[in-house]
């Protein structure tokens, strides 16, 4: 009976040791960790899922309160609430803290913010003083929707000085800080109330905590587009990243270079290669945590981004010199990465499933880096394929073309969500409704989506949907610059326009730190829509608010009835003269038609100067000047008379016009415009009053 008694006492004290050895998980934070408006909220709140992920090694507890504010003078400080003094007793050998969200309540931030690092700090340390040996993971906070109620009068703006501050406290403190906005920020349908994260967030906060904890984060990985066959930007200082268990030394090797590095807290990891120089093959082999990807048939050379809609994505086989150009197309020094979409913007009603991939972003098929020949070639873009090869052939160095285009895709899809939040909110409520996104756009998208029964439901002409799901999983694979042709989907509201497409090339130099990437795009060609003139006019005088970017004239290959014009090959070409010139130096290639520059009004006369305008002349000999019109000060326009004069400029009249004021050209929805300079270029539409 004693010895019985004995080993019974036995075990209740190894039991008892045990469950002491548990690792104690505190969290602490509002109600996104108390696990609000969850349903089943003891299962479903990030720090239950946490516990099942860690295990019984662990013992998490949550100290999630709702609507607390981490500062002490807020409307709610934590510091007064029981879940702390629980918190504090519970004494954490980690910690982990999410606060600030509550903060951005006018009640606080405005009056108390030079308070809010100082109170952080003093929370971390009473933390430390009741376990001298606690790690502490303080979080970035989870985003906010433009759909939150303050968002513009307040919330968006203090949310992002929040974060700064959160930053500035993790250096301080010397604590880890782990991620909650970045990886939930691309699904906005996880916001339901704006607020909070749902089942689905709390998940992905549960994984970001275990990942931020035990430093596993997968091993060893690269972004999609490091695959055999692949080319690397030549010629420049390389940026190369991916991830792998926190610690983990990484090793990588090309060329010749060698350079080891190791992975952050975050899993990150990154090495800036020297110069390549261009050619190969090389192979690029990396090595982490036992695990080692190995690339081969890697070219250094030139590396352009082709994208947009329709007209980019135009296949070469369906050019109308596709038949001649595909049996040329036998090049091993241009590489090709064609992201197709999974399911086609037909019109036609999406199923469960396609609706479900598209909420997560899955939306483009998987593929690889490909040599170019006849076979793919011709399912690549014709304007894409046509750039590469001049480029090619003048540089006479290998080159790379990505090209993720999608069919009638409009440019609010394209860029940052970030960038709309702050400069143009108003576009992504209730987007389906909008009236800044074109109406085909938005009934295209109803009758794809029409059997979700999710109000939040995604689509890719939704507003950042295409640069979250196209941009962001390329990792700033590194690329020389972009070449675009897109604006068809927008053409209904210029004005929208003219904000959207600054801010789109601003989004993805930022994206690639990157300020002066070339962005050289495609006006838009001549088609019966009436508002294709002034479209023409405002993607011109944008030229002159953007830098670095330049645009190729297509009007002279449209068709009247016909939104796809097959003659692609000029066009890929007119994008590489602009290459060639602009960013390559070729000071002999002539980059551009003739552009408007001035008029002067003498006599009754229009006299016209024009940037580019070597050679003036009729697309054709013996033709007359057409399309040009003047009006007088009744904006009543004219057909007129235009002739190249001996010094360069074109003057214009007209017999209905005694004292002309303005003078337009290429003025019509398809236009037989028919001014070119010596390259054979054409002349882009212009009006002279705009």
């Known amino acids: 009976m004693k010895r019985t008694i004995l080993l019974f006492s036995l075990l209740v004290t190894l039991v ?4 002491q050895k548990k690792i104690r998980v505190a969290c602490v934070g509002n109600s996104i960790t108390y696990g609000y408006t969850l349903p089943d909220r003891e299962q479903n709140a990030y720090p239950f899922k946490l516990q099942k992920m860690l295990g019984d090694a662990y ?3 949550n100290f999630g309160h709702s609507g607390a504010t981490l500062l002490n003078k807020g409307h709610r400080p934590y510091t007064k609430v029981k879940e702390y003094e629980q918190a504090l007793a519970f004494a954490g050998d980690i910690v982990v803290i999410h606060l600030g969200i509550n903060d951005t309540d006018p009640r606080n931030w405005p009056n108390y913010q030079d308070e809010f690092i100082g109170d952080y700090r003093a929370l971390i340390q009473s933390f430390r003083k009741a376990n001298p040996k606690a790690r502490i993971l303080i979080a970035r906070m989870t985003p906010l929707s433009d759909r939150h109620r303050r968002y513009e009068s307040g919330t968006r703006d203090w949310h992002e000085q929040i974060q700064e501050a959160i930053a500035c406290v993790a250096r301080a403190e010397k604590v880890q800080m782990i991620n909650f906005f970045e990886p939930l920020h691309p699904y906005p349908y996880i916001l339901e109330d704006a607020v909070h994260p749902n089942v689905e967030g709390a998940q992905m906060l549960a994984e970001i905590v275990y990942k931020g904890i035990t430093g596993n984060y997968g091993g060893l990985q690269m972004s999609p587009f490091y695959t055999d066959n692949m080319v690397l930007q030549y010629g420049r200082d390389l940026l190369i990243q991916g991830t792998a268990n926190a610690g983990d030394k990484v090793t990588l090797s090309i060329a010749g270079q060698k350079h080891r590095t190791m992975a952050d807290t975050d899993g ?9 120089a261009p050619g190969g093959p090389y192979t690029m082999r990396v090595e982490a945590g036992g695990k080692e990807l190995q690339y081969n ?9 082709c994208s947009g809609q329709s007209n980019m994505e135009f296949m070469l086989n ?7 150009d595909i049996p040329l197309a036998n090049n091993p020094n241009i590489r090709l990465y ?4 999974r399911w086609r913007t037909n019109p036609v009603e999406w199923d469960a499933s396609v609706l479900d991939s598209l909420n997560h972003l899955q939306y483009f098929r998987d593929t690889e880096w490909t040599e170019c020949t006849p076979q793919t070639a011709a399912r690549f873009s014709a304007i894409a394929y046509h750039f590469g090869r001049m480029l090619q052939d003048s540089l006479q160095v290998p080159i790379g073309l990505i090209c993720n285009a999608v069919g009638g895709s409009p440019t609010e899809a394209w860029v940052s969500r970030r960038m709309l939040e702050f400069e143009f909110p108003a576009i992504l409520r209730n ?5 800044f996104i074109q109406p085909w756009v938005r009934e295209r998208a109803a009758q794809n989506v029409r059997k979700s029964a999710n109000k939040f439901q995604r689509h890719p002409y939704e507003p950042c949907y295409l640069f979250e799901s196209a941009i962001l999983p390329m990792e700033q694979f590194p690329i020389r610059g972009v070449i675009w042709y897109q604006g068809e989907s927008n053409a209904h509201n210029i004005e929208a326009h003219e904000h959207l497409f600054p801010r789109l090339v601003r989004s993805w130099r930022d994206y690639w730190q990157d300020a002066d990437m070339p962005f050289y795009y495609v006006q838009l060609s001549s088609l019966n829509r009436p508002s294709w003139p002034l479209f023409r006019d405002s993607q011109r005088r944008m030229l002159a608010t953007i830098n670095n970017v330049g645009m190729a004239v297509s009007s002279d290959k449209g068709n009247p009835t016909d939104v796809h014009p097959t003659h692609k090959r000029e066009v890929g070409q007119r994008l590489a003269c602009l290459a060639l010139n602009d960013t390559y130096g070729f000071r002999h290639v002539v980059p551009s038609g ?3 520059r001035n008029v002067e009004f003498r006599k009754g006369m229009a006299y016209v100067s024009f940037d580019h305008a070597d050679g003036l002349r009729p697309a054709n000999e013996g033709e007359e000047l057409l399309t040009f019109e003047i009006a007088g000060e009744d904006r009543t326009f004219h057909p007129a008379k235009a002739v190249v004069l001996e010094d360069g400029k074109v003057k214009v009249w007209s017999k209905e016009v005694k004292h002309p004021t303005i003078v337009r050209y290429g003025w019509q929805p398809y236009t037989k415009a028919n001014l070119v300079n010596s390259a054979g270029l054409p002349a882009s539409t212009f009006r002279s009053d705009f």
């Open 268 to 276: 990150q990891w990154h090495v800036t290669l020297s110069p390549l």
């Open 297 to 305: 048939n890697v070219l250094a050379g030139e590396v352009w981004l």
């Open 594 to 596: 003739p552009l408007f």
């Open 59 to 61: 013992e998490v507890g």
């Open 431 to 435: 987007w389906t409704q909008n009236d």
């Open 16 to 19: 008892s040791a045990h469950a």
């Open 318 to 324: 369906q050019s109308a010199t596709g038949r001649e």
């Open 338 to 341: 064609d992201m197709k979409a």
